[in-house]
């Protein structure tokens, strides 16, 4: 099978991982990747935007199978346009239309879905910029903290929770008067609920979805989960407090309603479906949809995922996903994110990563996030730079594993901190700060 795979980040370095290591992987392109996706397969210069090059690239090269990284292309509707290309009636594609990505793409709409499909969410309402007041108001029928949302795309960042009713207020008008453009024009704001939050992955050919390896990633930068949330510091999977009880309620209460109602609405959707959960009080409720893998969760879901990739593609195109088997490894596997210093605020870029060959050693596994060559030497090309991922019996070896392997990158280590609490143990994600070399 010749694989076409969209993007550039550390996902995508999991994603290509997995992808080469099946027999049936005849060739990989990784578009634009990065350089350690340059270790799985051939990186492609294509504009993520430019779907025109994109489907001439695949008629050209003969590609049987396009798995779609990020959710941006999605939203714009890459797949529609693939799909509309009478040259590439037998493609298969891993990610939705631009209908099925609304999930993720419009808050409003996700809550709307969920309404409808009595999918277990927070009580919510949508408001749009003639309608400020009423939000305003609708700011009493909460308690604090209040939680406020652009309705649109905002990089991660169009999620407020405030804690005085004045902040939130504040907050409304701000995002109505534009500090999250065109995405904040309309907004949804929600109680709060107070739980724990875990992700779980998909894999749906629009009727049926198998469930891959449940994770949990840490977003805060600092100490002890506090600090600004980032993309993502670091990530577990099995996640300890997921039993089968609550995993059958996620399947039950959760992923089966979604996808009978993505079916229901005729989207076209095959590809992965993120649910960002949170257990409250032992019952699993949505936080949001994502159409896409989580970053930097597949940097543990795909190397415990032990079924082969492309037969999942495969299976998902002929719709036959009801009768696949998800096998995954037992053992832990746990990743932390290397960071530029000053993210997820401003950084430099282009700083030199001394000893870091792309190579992965014993029970750990290395893959790149924001890096890039210049002139043949590795430099930091983004906020998150490495992702260590380990395995361990638990999560104590697979974390010490991974910073054995952080020690091994060579890289100096200016600063060091820890990230979170699961299941009552704290796990601790290490990040570096300023790398690498001055
Ligand atoms: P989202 O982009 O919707 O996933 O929100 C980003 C983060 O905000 C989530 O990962 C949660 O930590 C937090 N969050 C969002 N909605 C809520 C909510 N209703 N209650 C509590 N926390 C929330
Ligand atoms: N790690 C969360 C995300 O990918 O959205």
Request: charged fraction near 20%.
């Amino acid at each position: 099978m010749k694989v076409l795979l969209l993007g550039g980040g550390g996902r995508e370095h999991a994603l290509a991982w997995k992808i080469t290591s099946s027999p049936s992987c005849e060739q990989l392109y990784i578009a634009p990747g990065n350089p350690g996706t340059a270790s799985c397969g051939q990186n492609i210069d294509l504009n993520l935007h430019d779907f025109t090059s994109i489907s001439a690239f695949c008629r050209a090269s003969g590609i049987d199978l396009v798995v779609v990284g990020p959710e941006e292309p999605l939203v714009l509707g890459i797949t529609d346009h693939l799909r509309k290309d009478p040259y590439l009636t037998d493609l298969i594609i891993c990610g939705p239309s631009a209908e099925g990505a609304r999930l993720e793409g419009s808050k409003a709409y996700a809550k709307s879905f969920m309404a409808e499909w009595d999918i277990p969410t927070a009580r919510y309402g949508e408001f749009n910029r003639e309608q400020e007041e009423d939000a305003i108001q609708f700011l009493d029928t909460f308690s604090p903290p209040y939680v406020i949302k652009a309705d649109g795309l905002a990089a991660g960042k169009g999620v407020l929770i405030l804690s005085t009713k004045e902040e939130a207020v504040a907050a409304i008008r701000n995002m109505f008067g534009g500090e999250f453009g065109p995405a904040g024009h309309t907004i949804v704001l929600e109680e709060f609920l107070d739980g724990i939050e875990f992700s779980v992955f998909a894999l749906t050919d629009g009727q049926h979805a198998c469930i891959l390896p449940v994770a949990k990633d840490y977003k805060r930068i600092g100490n002890g989960d506090t600090g600004p949330n980032t993309g993502g510091m670091g990530a577990v999977s099995p996640v300890p407090f997921v039993d089968d009880i609550l995993l059958q309620k996620v399947r039950e209460k959760i992923v089966e309603p979604t996808v009978c109602g993505l079916a229901a609405r005729q989207i076209d959707y095959t590809g992965f479906l993120f649910f960002g959960l949170i257990r409250v009080n032992d019952e699993p409720m949505v936080i949001e949809y994502n159409c896409r893998m989580g970053d930097p969760e597949t940097e543990v879901v795909m190397p415990r995922l032990q079924t082969d990739f492309l037969e999942l593609m495969i299976a998902m195109n002929q719709k036959r996903l009801d009768k696949v088997e998800i096998k995954s490894d037992p053992r832990t596997a746990l990743t932390v994110m290397l960071v530029s210093g000053g993210y997820p605020g401003t950084y430099p870029k282009g700083l030199p990563i001394e000893g870091a060959s792309t190579k992965s050693k014993g029970e750990t596994l290395l893959f790149h996030a924001g890096t890039r060559l210049s002139k043949n030497e590795l430099v930091t090309h983004g906020g998150r730079v490495l992702a260590c991922t380990a395995f361990g019996a638990n999560i104590t070896e697979a974390r010490n594993r991974s910073y054995a392997l952080i020690r091994w990158l060579s890289v100096r280590i200016l600063d060091w901190t820890c990230n979170g609490t699961i299941a009552g143990q704290r796990a601790y994600f290490w990040r570096k700060v300023g790398s690498i070399r001055s």
